[in-house]
């Protein structure tokens, strides 16, 4: 565990300020790993490093539990509890809006309004008209400014109490400031995701097989639905608040004179409304919003008008579920019909492949449509979770006749398929089962924690696969992997582009090849001969290279440098490894294969990437030709014989004797076993100075404490130094 990532503060020592800002950093940290780990299944730390922050989080919590927080980790201890949301009834029903959908439903709605209130029909009225934002509607009731719930529309007598999620949201004052806040007040608004970053959500949760959201609407509302708030607390979710539920008193009485107050109380309103006077005005406004659609950050679905005087929507009062005194100018459907000519698969940089549609050309919402997403294997044959988007069960073939929906500026996709215009020959959709890139083997993996196949195929190739080389060139020279200086990421893309290093290997013959050529490095832009020289002085030095290190810098599917030690330490050397690797890459049942599924810490997920990247010739051709090149050295042996062989050590405070550093790789050169934290299962904690609250929990648990000195003793390295 890097001490950065804790104060280091013993908990006994934490001021309250300390502990919340503690507090804070934990939550965010311990959400981003949830996130790596059950969203995206790349967990970026060890299973005990995650735990020792949890248990930090804990021991805070235990001593300042004034400061736990609403999304803290410790409320949800692995998966979501199973009850849903508790219910909140509305004390003033959430309605919902007439539609309109040409300009003679809003002069009929206008003259509707004009006869209801007696009003001549020249004197024009006073109308807000305001985006319909395409969002979920929810209720945030403030007593005495202060939030105390928030609740989704529902039925919209009842809706779910979402506070807890709400209180996660940036832009959702919990305290209203200024001037006539209402004792009571139930805002009403819509939460929203933009659109921007509804599409990074989507690459996020489609790169980690993750649920893959239609629209913007359906993200923002699958993202405030969730029982984990830490999950809502990581989505971009946005409010506009534009009207209100019961109040025990409102700040003016006209609907624009209530927006300002809102505004001014800080809640966030949409600065495109406007005050327009009789139906043209409308009209006008609905056009120049129509053309702004496009451009806007968020999507929107209609206009709405509201009687902007208080008094007179009173009068108008409700017609069954909607009010009198506004409606809803809806935009037309963004969707068409067209026909699916064909299907291409792209690789991307990771090596997921990605059907692509080919279209018919269509006119969707003013836009020519030829290509359509369809996100993975399982959306095309109409299965898993993607039902949200395409009809469940519906498979897509060639042929056939589709419709298709553009969502703002996102990637349009298909929605659903009309199956009576199924042409007789149409067959079900194959999968390819091999890279269109390189000809490598594709597989769908199996999820390393849940065991669950993942939803994206990808293509074993990494080294060669053209899609996927400059990003595992990338991988291999960094920082934990061959950390060549001068050799960053963008000299790696540079280099590759102009064709001067394709493979691993060709990194070690750049010196060779820069001598004998006419195109020198130190002749291209932003070098000289100082720092050509440089470099090849620092790709020299990596030609001997830490086993572990050689491994990982492979990019084999979750080898991290976790498991790439524990394979180093286990091989010994690089020959052990490469012979045995191969073999486990012929058979599952062959013996290496079982012994590498074998090893403490490598499990059936691992060890069959490990053996799949083996048992593609083209891996151990780039192992081999970079074996021409550079020499892993073994990781020191492991002493089984110490006293320490097999023991959990915990280091705490500050080391004189040795650096922290020092202190574990010897402990572990020894065979024990480095923690983070100290539990039951410690066998020796080793206190420097000024050691803290591991200390304390070491005497509590009645584990052996030792001093720096009795430790080098009991290791043998006291008599030796
Ligand atoms: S006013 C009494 N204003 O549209 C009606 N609604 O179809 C109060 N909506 O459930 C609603 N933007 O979710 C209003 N500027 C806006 C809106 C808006 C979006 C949604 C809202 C409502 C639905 C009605």
Request: charged share 25%.
């Amino acid at each position: 565990m890097s001490d950065e990532e804790f104060s280091g503060i013993p908990i006994a020592e934490l001021t309250r300020a300390q502990a919340e800002a503690e507090l804070r950093r934990l939550a965010a940290l311990i959400r981003h790993h949830d996130e790596l780990y059950y969203r995206q299944d790349a967990p970026e730390i060890s299973d005990a490093e995650y735990d020792a922050l949890r248990r930090r989080n804990d021991e805070i919590e235990a001593r300042f539990p004034k400061l736990i927080r609403p999304d803290s980790p410790s409320k949800r201890v692995g998966a979501p509890a199973a009850d849903g949301f508790g219910k909140i009834r509305h004390t003033v029903p959430m309605l919902s809006l007439g539609n309109a959908f040409e300009s003679a439903d809003v002069t009929d709605f206008v003259e509707r309004v004009h006869r209801f209130l007696k009003l001549p029909d020249d004197v024009p009225l006073a109308f807000m008209a305001e985006p319909k934002i395409d969002g979920l509607s929810i209720s945030l009731r403030y007593v005495g400014g202060k939030l105390t719930e928030a609740a989704t529309r529902g039925d919209g007598m009842e809706g779910e109490n979402v506070t807890r999620n709400v209180m996660t949201i940036a832009e959702i004052p919990h305290q209203l400031h200024g001037r006539n806040v209402p004792e009571l007040i139930d805002i009403r608004g819509e939460i929203y995701m933009p659109r921007q970053a509804f599409a990074r959500l989507n690459e996020q949760q489609q790169a980690a097989g993750g649920k893959i959201f239609a629209n913007p609407r359906n993200a923002a509302a699958g993202s405030l639905r969730q029982l984990d708030v830490s999950i809502t607390a990581s989505r971009p979710l946005h409010f506009f608040a534009y009207a209100w539920g019961e109040a025990s008193q409102l700040p003016a009485d006209t609907q624009s004179g209530v927006d300002a107050a809102f505004a001014k109380w800080g809640l966030p309103v949409n600065p495109r409304a406007r005050v327009c006077n009789g139906a043209p005005e409308l009209i006008a406004y609905y056009e120049g919003l129509a053309e702004e659609r496009a451009a806007l950050p968020y999507d929107i679905d209609g206009v709405v008008y509201k009687v902007n005087s208080l008094a007179l929507q009173e009068r108008l009062g409700f017609v069954s579920r909607s009010p009198r005194w506004a409606i809803a100018h809806k935009f037309p459907a963004q969707q068409a019909m067209t026909v699916l000519k064909g299907i291409d698969i792209q690789v991307g940089r990771t090596g997921a492949l990605t059907p692509v549609a080919r279209l018919e050309p269509v006119t969707v919402g003013g836009v020519v449509v030829t290509n359509a997403t369809l996100h993975n294997e399982d959306y095309i044959k109409g299965i898993g979770g993607q039902g949200e988007i395409l009809r469940d069960g519906r498979d897509l073939r060639i042929g056939d006749t589709v419709i298709v929906q553009r969502a703002g500026d996102v990637i349009p996709q298909i929605i659903d398929v009309v199956i009576d215009k199924r042409p007789k020959t149409a067959k079900p959709y194959v999968f390819p089962d091999v890279c269109p890139a390189c000809g490598s083997h594709a597989v769908r993996e199996s999820n390393e924690k849940t065991g669950k196949v993942d939803v994206v195929r990808r293509c074993t190739g990494g080294l060669i696969c053209p899609a996927q080389r400059v990003e595992r060139l990338k991988h291999f020279v960094s920082r934990n992997a061959f950390d060549i200086e001068g050799l960053g990421e963008k000299n790696i893309q540079a280099f590759y582009d102009d064709g001067l290093i394709q493979s691993p290997e060709d990194i070690f013959t750049l010196a060779v090849r820069d001598a004998r050529s006419t195109k020198k490095l130190e002749d291209r832009e932003g070098w000289g001969p100082q720092s050509a020289t440089k470099l090849f002085n620092a790709i020299a030095a990596r030609r001997t290279i830490a086993l572990d290190r050689f491994i990982y810098a492979l990019g084999i599917r979750h080898v991290g440098e976790t498991t790439a030690k524990l394979l180093a330490r286990f091989y010994g050397s690089i020959e052990n490894f490469r012979t045995a690797m191969i073999e486990a890459g012929k058979s599952k049942d062959a013996e290496a294969f079982k012994e590498l599924d074998n090893i403490e810490g490598i499990g059936e997920v691992v060890a069959e990437a490990i053996a799949d990247f083996f048992a593609e010739p083209h891996n151990v051709r780039v192992v081999d030709d970079l074996l021409k090149e550079v020499s892993p050295q073994p990781l020191e042996a492991v002493d089984t014989t110490s006293a320490v062989a097999g023991k959990t050590v915990v280091f705490t405070g500050t080391l004189t004797l040795m650096t922290r550093g020092e202190a574990k790789a010897r402990a572990e050169r020894l065979g024990a076993k480095v923690a983070g934290s100290v539990s039951k299962k410690t066998d020796y904690v080793v206190a420097g100075a000024d050691a803290g609250s591991k200390l304390a929990k070491a005497r509590e648990l009645g584990v052996t404490v030792l001093g720096e000195e009795e430790w080098l003793q009991l290791t043998g390295a006291a008599d030796r130094s």
